[in-house]
């Protein structure tokens, strides 16, 4: 079983929606991560968190907005999306820094945006 | 910028034998790292094997091993004794070295393993 747990499984929204992503981790990791996966593509880097606090935006659209509560739970608030957003939204967490530290994945949320 | 590459898109292993799956990348870090993540259907990422640029030996765990050639900068992962349960798509990432906090990692295209019987 996965050590980093996202909710939901699926999710399915209309493009005038406002939905959230979960995710929640009691590694005691202080870095916590958003990746976009498209079918048959590599994940794709969208947001980092370091310290709970916003270290990282890769330029991603305003459309989706994160929020790290605490270090144990990093949300995903996502409005008035493309269905172009489709994908699989994976969390992941880490050791704050460290070249040795691997990441440690959830099983991901696969939307579908309609 | 760093850059990974797979070369295999698709690759297919007897159940029992052994096999590698090929991966290159380009830095002018001195100081890297290098991961290996298994993807299954079900889409868990899940990790495998840590190799770090200045690490002397090359990295073991269980049925995985990293054939790292650092002159030729090569990271190849090697699984011995396939079974069916290593079908998979299996990602190559690096490290990439940035000021924030946190380990930002960048991946390769992936090369889908296939194990028949």
């Known amino acids: 079983d996965t050590e980093v747990t996202q909710t939901p499984k699926h999710l399915v929204m209309g493009m005038t929606n406002k939905k959230s992503l979960k995710c929640e981790q009691h590694?005691?990791?202080?870095?916590m991560y958003w990746y976009k996966q498209k079918a048959k593509k590599p994940p794709e880097l969208m947001f980092v968190?370091?310290?709970?606090?916003?270290?990282i935006n890769e330029s991603v659209p305003s459309r989706f907005s994160p929020e790290c509560p605490n270090s144990s739970l990093l949300n995903l608030h996502l409005h008035a999306l493309q269905p172009e957003d489709s994908a699989l939204y994976l969390c992941?967490?880490?050791?704050?820094?460290?070249?040795?530290?691997?990441?440690?994945f959830g099983n991901g949320t696969r939307l579908t945006v309609t | 910028a760093q850059k990974i590459t797979q070369t295999q898109p698709g690759m297919f292993v007897q159940e029992k034998e052994a096999v590698t799956l090929d991966c290159t990348y380009d830095?002018?870090?001195?100081?890297?790292?290098l991961f290996w993540y298994k993807q299954p259907s079900s889409g868990e990422m899940i990790f495998l094997i840590y190799?770090?640029?200045?690490?002397?030996q090359n990295a073991t765990e269980g049925r995985y091993s990293l054939n790292f050639q650092k002159a030729r900068k090569s990271a190849n992962l090697v699984i011995s004794a396939s079974q069916l349960g290593d079908s998979a798509m299996y990602f190559c990432?690096?490290?990439?070295?940035?000021?924030?906090?946190?380990?930002?990692?960048?991946f390769g295209t992936g090369t889908q393993l296939k194990v028949e019987l």
């Open positions: 992941a967490s880490s050791q704050e820094s460290g070249n040795d530290s691997p990441l440690h």
């Open positions: 590694m005691g990791h202080r870095a």
């Open positions: 968190y370091s310290y709970e606090k916003l270290s």
């Open positions: 830095t002018s870090d001195p100081s890297y790292g």
């Open positions: 190799q770090g640029s200045y690490d002397q």
């Open positions: 990432a690096m490290r990439e070295a940035f000021t924030g906090g946190g380990n930002k990692l960048t």
